[in-house]
């Protein structure tokens, strides 16, 4: 149900007469394709010669090949609680939970498959994940010989986390138990006993 | 109807309820966790504090109360004036909200009951963002307290609605608050589990994720789930329910208020009841023996061939021979379809109803009550609809059998083709039955998994089990309530209802109201529906 005050109504901006008129864009236009070609002559390229090269990517927040984080015990960090499954607009990531095998938890997941192939990289999952559990990494150059071999598992999901943990380090502390969550003096990172 | 008065707007409410229940019924939302129609009130939660006008005790003036008063436990009266949406109200709720969630783990991504827990939306809607708590957290681990439920108790908040079900509904007293204060739980005494045939109910009424089931733990996550209403069909009782599933399985069962049949209850038996409809047993094409060589016929022949077998036989044989057995599985609409074919094939058929399944006694709960007391009843017999089956034979009249008498014909050899419906989910044909299956010389079966009769049948028809149905069932008390299907049959599996909508002659898709309408001259004792009203959104 949209209500009548939820309506908004858009209508295109009307344009000058020099803008009805082209030329100035179009000169606009030529004048940028001139600096860079005038800039490549002097020696400074902007075209990366991939793969002898790679690009500088900014590794904080470059969105690309998932991982699966583990805590201190090297046990997976993800307590299945499906946020990221339900928060994902490509429906491809596919959890199976159980019952954790360890005292201090009380979920964890079975299976994890996520589907890089309908993964559209928009990172919902990371700002969905509670645990910080899933994280996208900087490592792009991901390929496969079949569809099936795109769908990556839960233990080779864990292994993205050990290549790239170097590169980029998990930054928020780890939650495994869920003792004094919610304290105000812990929020403040100080210790409530 | 009395007419009392709600933050200055007019209500009229049903006489004898409380202000909180005609309030809910009215659209306010009204937190509240330890009330439930179903239970004694006992207004411990406080989080349902209201403003109401009273006389002044000296000048007999009316003006509000200085002390805020619990709804649950104020019964209407007419004239009544109370209202919700004050400051003192709100920051009452918000006082109580905090304390709820003093020790409160904030479990929420790994707690079965996120997406539906009224701790969650209550403290969105009326509660504070952040905690004040500076002390540790009482942690208390789960328990195992019976064979189907697990008890959360740092997620409770004592509102001792499952600890007055076990005394008030079930009878059985199981479970009791030990300890005071900051300490108090809800426990079993040592030694006796949380067994009874109703004690998934506490897992429902549970507002928050502290009694769960261990049968749906960690299978899915509530929002995932999408709600089928349905009818039970472990006994004729009939009980509403709704079929929680999700990508075409069903997980979990719950029921639906209904006054009439149920009330807010379900037991065990019939919530843990549907593993057989994702049995890989089941039968899933439809076979067609000629001679010896079976075969797999296409959909869209199969009418075809049914028909043209029977009237074969009828030319042959003669109609008398031939008896349609009904089952008491079988949705009243689905019967008459078969009902309709058979003696459009051959007008002098017999039609037959299945056997019965019978297990024990009735049980009546809380246990040992009897009359006006009883608030449960779960019945000894084990099907959905054997009242629809028989007012249908009835009122279609003819030849009808009794199973008895169709075995006995049968052993005398005089019926010598027979259509027999199962969808028992217990393997129903007894030793002494089952030595008919060759007597025939056309057998037609429609059942959910191969028994006896379907090894000896010259067509195999599988039938769904009800959650892929669509009818409605007649109840032990004569109503006829309508129930749709939730998921679709197994992969090659069409509905019963679609076939025989196609053998009857009809074109097009099966829907149960159309069949509904079609039969109302022929058995107008089954077009009266009985369905439940919905209750209001904010109850719970």
Redesign the interface.
């Known amino acids: 149900m949209i209500h009548d005050e939820d309506i908004l109504e858009l209508s295109e901006p009307s344009l000058s007469p020099s803008e009805k008129l082209f030329l100035p864009q179009i000169l606009g236009g030529m004048v940028t394709t001139i600096v860079h070609m005038g800039k490549s002559m002097v020696g400074q390229h902007r075209t990366v010669q991939y793969p002898e090269q790679k690009r500088e990517l900014r590794l904080e927040n470059y969105r690309g090949v998932h991982r699966l984080n583990r805590d201190e015990q090297g046990r997976v960090a993800c307590v299945a609680c499906f946020m990221c499954a339900t928060a994902c607009p490509a429906n491809c990531i596919h959890i199976e939970a159980g019952e954790s095998p360890w005292e201090d938890r009380e979920k964890y997941p079975v299976k994890f498959d996520l589907d890089e192939l309908r993964c559209i990289f928009c990172g919902m999952c990371e700002e969905a994940c509670p645990v910080d559990a899933i994280e996208l990494t900087p490592h792009y150059d991901l390929v496969g010989r079949s569809r099936e071999e795109m769908i990556l598992d839960k233990e080779e999901l864990l292994s993205v986390y050990d290549e790239t943990r170097e590169l980029k380090p998990r930054k928020n502390p780890h939650i495994t138990g869920y003792e004094g969550t919610g304290g105000r003096f812990h929020a403040n990172g100080d210790k409530n006993d | 109807m009395a007419k009392i008065i709600i933050d200055s707007q007019e209500v009229e409410c049903r006489d004898g309820v409380t202000a909180l229940q005609a309030a809910i019924e009215a659209g306010w939302d009204i937190p509240h966790y330890c009330y439930h129609p179903g239970l004694s009130v006992v207004a411990s939660c406080r989080l349902c504090l209201m403003e109401m006008k009273m006389p002044h005790p000296q000048t007999k003036e009316m003006g509000w109360a200085p002390k805020l008063l619990p709804s649950c436990q104020t019964p209407v009266r007419d004239g009544m004036e109370i209202r919700f949406h004050t400051d003192k109200v709100k920051k009452n709720q918000e006082d109580c909200m905090e304390f709820f969630?003093l020790n409160?783990?904030?479990?929420?991504?790994?707690c079965d009951q996120?997406g539906e827990c009224y701790l969650q939306d209550y403290s969105y809607k009326f509660g504070k963002a952040?905690?004040?708590?500076?002390?540790?957290?009482i942690?208390n681990p789960k328990k195992d307290i019976g064979p189907h439920t697990l008890l959360y108790q740092d997620r409770c908040v004592l509102c001792t609605r499952c600890v007055r079900f076990a005394q008030e509904v079930s009878g059985t007293h199981e479970l009791c608050i030990v300890n005071r204060g900051s300490r108090a739980e809800i426990d079993v005494f040592p030694g006796i589990p949380l067994d009874n045939p109703l004690q998934g109910n506490v897992v429902d009424i549970c507002p928050v994720g502290c009694l769960l089931d261990k049968d749906f733990?960690?299978?899915r996550?509530v929002?995932?789930l999408k709600r089928g209403e349905s009818i039970c069909p472990g006994c004729a009782r009939g009980c509403a329910i709704s079929i929680d599933h999700a990508d075409e399985k069903v997980y979990r069962l719950k029921p639906r208020y209904n006054p009439e049949v149920n009330d807010w209850w379900m037991c065990d038996e019939g919530r843990f009841g549907f593993a057989y409809v994702h049995d890989n047993k089941r039968i899933t094409s439809p076979l067609v023996r000629r001679g010896k060589e079976p075969s797999t016929p296409n959909w869209q022949d199969l009418p075809a061939v049914v028909r043209y077998r029977f009237e074969q036989f009828v030319g042959e044989q003669g109609g008398e021979k031939v008896v349609a057995v009904l089952s008491p599985f079988m949705a009243n609409e689905e019967a008459w379809l078969l009902a309709r074919f058979i003696r459009d094939v051959a007008p002098q058929a017999s039609l037959a109803i299945g056997p019965v399944p019978f297990e024990g006694e009735d049980q009546n709960f809380p246990a040992g009550a009897s009359g006006d007391d009883i608030k449960f009843t779960i019945l000894k017999e084990k099907a959905p609809n054997r009242r629809g089956i028989e007012s249908l034979l009835e009122s279609l009249g003819g030849s009808v059998l009794t199973f008895e008498q169709f075995v006995e014909k049968t052993n005398a050899g005089d019926v010598k083709a027979a259509w027999v419906v199962g969808g028992y989910p217990k393997p129903w044909i007894d030793k002494d039955t089952a030595k008919i299956a060759n007597k025939f010389d056309l057998l037609v079966t429609q059942d959910i998994f191969e028994y006896k009769f379907t090894d000896a049948a010259d067509i195999v028809l599988q039938a769904c089990a009800w959650t892929e149905r669509e009818g409605s069932f007649t109840n032990a008390d004569g109503l006829t309530q309508p129930f749709h299907w939730a998921i679709a049959p197994p992969d090659g599996v069409r509905r019963d209802g679609q076939y025989l909508f196609e053998m009857a002659g009809e074109t097009g898709l099966y829907r149960a109201a159309q069949v509904r309408e079609m039969m109302t001259d022929s058995v107008p004792t089954l077009s009266q529906l009985h369905e439940a009203q919905a209750r209001p959104v904010h109850a719970h």
């Not at chain 2, 952040?130 to 957290?137: G, L, N, T």
Request: overall charge neutral.
């Open positions: 969630l409160h783990p904030l479990d929420c991504p790994v996120a952040e905690s004040r708590m500076v002390d540790q957290k942690k733990l960690f299978q996550r929002w995932e």
